[in-house]
């Protein structure tokens, strides 16, 4: 007898990732979801993960209105699933505990049935209180065991005993829970092990729960271990639709169907509506650039797991800082800082963790500037990882980031943390005069900065899309960026004025002027600031980077070591450094200049 396979549908949020980072307009793919659904597809991942901050870093949308549309086309029948990081939920940072609630309750609202939850490091804890949060908001929570393939010659986790004593873990608390999914973001987890762990599993939970699988095409071992799956008793696995299928995606439903033939198994679809949906959704996604990697199989990911939705995200970001050409070496670098950090499953935000501290070794040297996140992790901010961390990287680490190690939950540290708090959030949306709704608490929250930048009407779009020169495709970013307004904090005989440049307006007290700037022809700098004479120290970019802020301004005196201004890569922060004792004197780049490694930023003197 055959059995029906059902699949869901993650072309409009893990394809989205997976190819274009997440960066892809709500009405430009909606033809494509009416199709999808008209073939016959009714369970559609439908947001969160990196499709939540996507929205307000790149495309100047709103997630929840995102949602509500999606809810209103797939139809009021469709399961719309999202995906949840634990105590991270859609962010790169963890959260507080009114804030993992307010994500349940919110995403409930704007039209989402199903929650997948997960936790990068396998640490329970962090998958106790946010399963509670989406079981009590009346959602279906799916919760998640993270898996991957450990770099070849690494033992200690990642094998069925260590996922079967995770999923013990989680029956012994007592979690709610609707199903159970075993998610391998890097499509590293070799079949056999997916067949074994999967199992055992069946063998462990009760008869009626409902087991999912969720692997990439990425090491070219997708369909297998779609098929060792179900022949390990998985009721359900994950399916793409071209172009967002293959290669870092999730495989093609053509092609699973196909690859199921005579097996026993069918996909439960029309196949040929499938087909003309596939037709649709490439004419929908003809204007943005696919980058080559996304639709190839990596070779190198055994060495290195990384989630298709990482490795597109990374290459596109040294894409746009000119220096692709370190990828290989990056790749080779991730090996050791996974067999070094401690075994966190490669999904975010630990597969950005990974990426990050890789990318330091190599433009800075072995771990001679730790990562943020990377250095957290290792130090138990995120929880525990698999197995205890390279002692050597965790003083490294605690001696850089000056913080000491940690065994308390993230979400016992958040939860005493002002600056994580609803109240928190509400002060500043008050200060901004923004209204205070929950949609609005929550976007600041896990959003910080962009997030509110996005409220205050000055988001950026950053989506890539292609465009023909001399018959030569080209990414051309640029041409969607918005206007950016430049705010000031004048002071002038000890009274300040708050003034806001536009074009050639300015808001100067609320009150609008027609301006004209140009540059001063001896100083080079806007407005008329003249810099200081002296011939200074050149303080270079040590990457490539935007400047995101400054943390200091002409005439300002700093010691050797203090930030002078922020540059964000590789979704880092990164303080660019005075050099030496002594005043600025010059500053050579503005907020939203891109620089290159060794531009000269400024002078000091």
Known sequence: MTKKV???????????QSVYGARVLTRDFLPALEAARDAGISYFEAGGGARFQSLYFYCNEDAFAMMDTFRETAGHGADLQTLSRGVNVVGLESQSGDIIRMHAQLFKKHGITTIRNFDALNDVRNLIFSGKC?????????????????????????????????????????????????????GTAVPSKVYETIKRARKILPEEMFIHFHTHETAGIGV???????????????????????????????????????????????????REAEEVFKECMKDYFLPPEATSVEPLILWSPMPGGALTANTQMLRDNGIMD??????????????????????????????????????????????????????????????????????????????????????????VDTKKSVRHVREILKKEGIAETDENIFIVATCTDKGLKFLKGKAEIGIRLVEKKGGQIAVNEEQNRQVRSQEYLLTVNGKDYSVTIEGNKAKVNDKIYQVEIRKTPDTGTALGVKKIKGEGIAVKAQMPGKVVRFTSRIGDYLHSGQSMLVVEAMKMEIHVSSPAEGTVIDIKVKEGDQVATGQVLAFIN
């Open 6 to 16: 059902q699949f869901m549908c993650t072309a409009f949020r893990d394809g989205f």
């Open 224 to 274: 297998s271990a779609n098929k060792a799956a179900l022949d390990g008793g998985a009721d359900a696995i994950d399916l793409s639709l071209s172009p967002c299928s293959g290669g870092t995606c999730q495989t093609d439903i053509l092609v699973m169907w196909h690859a199921l033939r005579g097996t026993g198994y069918e996909l439960d679809v029309d196949i040929d509506k499938v």
């Open 134 to 186: 989406i079981a009590e908001a009346g959602l279906k929570h799916q919760i998640c065991i993270t898996m991957m393939e450990l770099p070849p010659g690494c033992t200690g986790a990642h094998d069925p005993d260590f996922y079967i004593r995770i999923l013990r873990q989680i029956l012994d608390e007592g979690i709610p829970f609707h199903s159970l999914c075993f998610k391998d973001a890097s």
């Open 326 to 415: 370190k990828y290989q070496e990056l790749i080779k670098s991730m090996s050791e800082v996974v067999k070094l950090g401690g075994y966190g499953t490669s999904v975010t935000p630990v597969s950005q963790f990974y990426f990050q501290q890789a990318f330091n070794n190599v433009l800075f040297g072995p771990w001679q500037k730790i990562a943020p996140g990377y250095g957290k992790m290792v130090l138990g901010y995120f929880g525990k990882t698999p197995v205890p961390p390279d002692p050597e990287i965790v003083k490294i680490a605690a001696e850089q980031l000056k913080l000491e190690p940690t065994v308390r939950s993230p979400l016992e540290i958040n939860d």
